[in-house]
C-alpha cells in the first residue's frame, strides 16, 4: 500500500530532483523524444512521483517526463507527489506504479529484483511476498539480469543496447557476449540475424566454427539455411533475378539502417551532421512510405488466384 504525503501537490525545480533510481529504468531516447513533444503541446499531464532521501527528492516515477523537460528551453518546474518510502518500498514503488501502467519491461524488473536481492538483502521469498509475484518469477527475472556480462548490462542501461538484443545475449556465456556485441556493431545486424547467429554459437561443436560464424555471420546464416548465395536464381528469369538482386541489397540495407534508428540512435552526430542529413532522411521517410504502398499493391496482386 502506497503511502502519500498529505501535502498536496509540490513545484519542484528541475535541478532539485535527483535521478538515483534512474539505474532501475531503460534509457529510451526516442521515447524522451515524444514525451517532449508532448510535453510542448499539452503541458504536463500528470505529476511526477518523489520520496525524500535526506535533503533532497528522489525521483521514483516519471523519468521520461523529467528527461524530456531537462530537453526544453523554459522548462523550470514540474508537480509532483511526495510519497514515504524507504529504500526497499522505494524500488517496489518503482515497479507498482509502472506494472499498474502497463508499462514495465522485462528488464527492468530484472534490475529491481537483483537491487533488493544484493542490495537490501532480502531472501526471494521476501521479495516476492514484496512485489506480489511467485517465487520462480522472482528467480527468473533475477537469473535474466545476472546472466547478462557488464559490458552488455552498461550498453543496455544507456541506451546502446536493445532489450530484445539483451534477451538473446543472456543466452550466451558471458565470455561469448562481448565477441557479439563487437559483431553486432560492426555489421549492423537485425534482429533476427543476431538471434539466428545465437542459435548457430550455441550449436558450434568448437572454437573454430565459432570464430566463423562471428567474421561472416550472413554467410554462416545463408548457409544454415540451406542455401549459399549467388548471383543468379535458376528458379528465376532474367527480370526476376534483377528484381530478386536489389530485393536483397535493399532488404540488408533497411535492416542495418532499422537497427541504427532503433538502437544506436542520434547520439554520435554533430550538429553539423543534422543539417547536412536531414533532407536525406526526409526523403527516406517519403520514398520508403512509397515504396511500401506500392509493394503491398503488389503482394496484394501475386496473391490473387
Given at each position: 500500500?502506497?503511502?502519500w504525503?498529505?501535502?498536496?501537490?509540490?513545484?519542484?525545480?528541475?535541478?532539485?530532483?535527483?535521478?538515483?533510481?534512474?539505474?532501475?529504468?531503460?534509457?529510451?531516447?526516442?521515447?524522451?523524444?515524444?514525451m517532449?513533444?508532448?510535453?510542448?503541446?499539452?503541458?504536463?499531464?500528470?505529476?511526477?512521483?518523489?520520496?525524500?532521501?535526506?535533503?533532497r527528492?528522489?525521483?521514483?516515477d516519471?523519468?521520461?517526463?523529467?528527461?524530456?523537460?531537462?530537453?526544453?528551453?523554459?522548462?523550470?518546474?514540474?508537480?509532483?507527489?511526495?510519497?514515504?518510502?524507504?529504500?526497499?518500498?522505494?524500488?517496489?514503488?518503482?515497479?507498482?506504479?509502472?506494472r499498474?501502467?502497463?508499462?514495465?519491461?522485462?528488464?527492468?524488473?530484472?534490475?529491481?529484483?537483483?537491487?533488493?536481492?544484493?542490495?537490501?538483502g532480502?531472501?526471494?521469498?521476501e521479495?516476492?511476498e514484496?512485489?506480489?509475484r511467485?517465487?520462480?518469477?522472482?528467480c527468473?527475472?533475477?537469473?535474466?539480469?545476472?546472466?547478462?556480462?557488464?559490458?552488455?548490462?552498461e550498453?543496455?542501461?544507456?541506451?546502446?543496447?536493445?532489450p530484445?538484443?539483451?534477451?538473446q545475449?543472456?543466452?550466451?556465456?558471458?565470455?561469448?557476449?562481448?565477441?557479439?556485441?563487437?559483431?553486432?556493431?560492426?555489421?549492423?545486424?537485425?534482429?533476427a540475424?543476431?538471434?539466428?547467429?545465437?542459435?548457430?554459437?550455441?550449436?558450434?561443436?568448437?572454437?573454430?566454427?565459432q570464430?566463423?560464424?562471428l567474421?561472416?555471420p550472413?554467410e554462416?546464416?545463408?548457409?544454415?539455411?540451406?542455401?549459399?548465395p549467388?548471383?543468379?536464381?535458376?528458379?528465376l528469369?532474367?527480370?526476376?533475378?534483377?528484381v530478386?538482386?536489389?530485393?536483397g541489397?535493399?532488404?540488408d540495407?533497411?535492416?542495418?539502417?532499422?537497427?541504427?534508428?532503433?538502437?544506436?540512435?542520434?547520439t554520435?552526430?554533430?550538429?553539423?551532421?543534422?543539417?547536412?542529413?536531414?533532407?536525406?532522411?526526409q526523403?527516406?521517410?517519403?520514398?520508403?512510405?512509397?515504396?511500401?504502398?506500392?509493394?503491398r499493391?503488389?503482394?496484394?496482386?501475386?496473391e490473387?488466384?
Open positions: 500500500m502506497l503511502r504525503v498529505p501535502e498536496g501537490s509540490l513545484e519542484l525545480r528541475l535541478a532539485e530532483i535527483g535521478e538515483h533510481y534512474g539505474r532501475y529504468r531503460l534509457h529510451l531516447p526516442e521515447a524522451e523524444r515524444a517532449a513533444r508532448s510535453l510542448e503541446r499539452y503541458g504536463q499531464l500528470s505529476p511526477l512521483v518523489v520520496c525524500r532521501r535526506e535533503d527528492y528522489e525521483l521514483i516519471g523519468f521520461k517526463r523529467l528527461g524530456a523537460a531537462r530537453a526544453l528551453a523554459g522548462w523550470l518546474y514540474l508537480s509532483a507527489r511526495l510519497l514515504e518510502a524507504d529504500e526497499r518500498t522505494a524500488k517496489a514503488a518503482i515497479y507498482g506504479l509502472n499498474a501502467g502497463g508499462r514495465t519491461r522485462e528488464l527492468e524488473e530484472a534490475w529491481i529484483i537483483q537491487a533488493l536481492v544484493r542490495e537490501d532480502l531472501s526471494q521469498v521479495v516476492a514484496l512485489l506480489g511467485h517465487k520462480s518469477w522472482v527468473r527475472r533475477l537469473a535474466l539480469i545476472e546472466r547478462l556480462g557488464t559490458e552488455a548490462r550498453e543496455l542501461r544507456v541506451g546502446l543496447l536493445s530484445t538484443a539483451a534477451r545475449m543472456v543466452r550466451l556465456p558471458e565470455g561469448n557476449q562481448g565477441e557479439v556485441l563487437e559483431v553486432m556493431r560492426r555489421e549492423a545486424l537485425s534482429g540475424e543476431l538471434a539466428g547467429m545465437v542459435d548457430l554459437l550455441l550449436a558450434c561443436p568448437g572454437r573454430e566454427q570464430a566463423y560464424v567474421a561472416q550472413r554462416a546464416l545463408s548457409q544454415a539455411k540451406g542455401f549459399i549467388s548471383t543468379r536464381d535458376p528458379r528469369s532474367e527480370t526476376g533475378n534483377q530478386g538482386k536489389r530485393l541489397v535493399l532488404l540495407l533497411l535492416a542495418r539502417m532499422e537497427v541504427w534508428l532503433a538502437h544506436r540512435g542520434r554520435g552526430l554533430t550538429p553539423e551532421d543534422r543539417v547536412v542529413l536531414s533532407p536525406r532522411f526523403r527516406l521517410a517519403r520514398e520508403a512510405g512509397s515504396v511500401a504502398a506500392l509493394s499493391d503488389l503482394v496484394g496482386e501475386l490473387r488466384p
